[in-house]
């Protein structure tokens, strides 16, 4: 990467872009909803079950025009959904001003690791232990999804929820190699616990990105 190309990428000019693609929402409370994904590449949190690892090393993902990006998402329609990697590693202004001149509500998935960037309209907040998130996340997150990877993870959701406002919707998703031995057990804690909910990688059965 060059200077000026280091110069863009801060500016939010440029984005390094992992892939960009129209589908369906597979997860949480816009599950089903016809939705565009910008996923940008970069991710210093290392959950070591994450499903695109491929995205941790910005260098390896060709840097795009922002504006350019936000006119090819809108074409397809209006619900864009920016996620990464963590998209918050990067200047959202750019590319969320552009959306919002072209009508898109914009939703992001982060791990609220960084400062938030942008203009969002629906954040769905995936702490991780890793790399907790920036205090002032938790207030602004519409959604709190919590992965379940193993047991001691049902003590890290209910220490997660009691940070959010009371107004953020909870729930709880099994990592895809476990959704055998864990749903059942998500499905037990939410019984006794009814103010979380099952989110489940619809995406994935539905066989779609």
């Not at 941790?56 to 990006?69: G, Q, R, V």
């Not at 072209?102 to 203009?119: F, R």
């Not at 702490?127 to 999804?145: C, D, F, S, V």
Request: hydrophobic letters at 35%; one cysteine or more; proline letters at 5%.
């Amino acid at each position: 990467m060059n200077l000026t190309e280091e110069i863009l990428l801060k500016e939010g000019k440029m984005l390094p872009v992992m892939e960009h693609f129209y589908t369906l929402q597979g997860e949480g409370a816009h599950t089903g909803k016809a939705a565009y994904f910008i996923r940008l590449g970069g991710c210093d949190v290392g959950c070591h079950w994450c499903d695109v690892k491929e995205s941790w090393d910005p260098n390896l993902h060709p840097l795009m025009n922002a504006e350019e990006i936000a006119e090819t998402a809108a074409k397809h329609c209006k619900t864009i959904v920016l996620t990464g990697g963590e998209p918050l590693m990067w200047n959202l202004d750019i590319l969320t001003g552009k959306l919002k001149e072209l009508g898109c509500s914009i939703h992001i998935e982060t791990s609220g690791a960084y400062p938030m960037s942008g203009q969002i309209d629906w954040i769905t907040l995936s702490p991780k232990k890793t790399g907790l998130p920036k205090e002032e996340i938790y207030a602004k997150a519409h959604e709190l999804k919590v992965i379940v990877f193993n047991n001691n993870d049902f003590k890290f959701a209910q220490e997660q929820a009691a940070k959010v406002s009371e107004n953020c919707t909870l729930y709880l998703q099994s990592e895809w190699s476990k959704r055998d031995e864990m749903y059942p057990k998500i499905t037990d804690f939410i019984l006794e616990h009814p103010e979380w909910r099952a989110s489940v990688q619809t995406h994935k059965y539905l066989n779609i990105p």
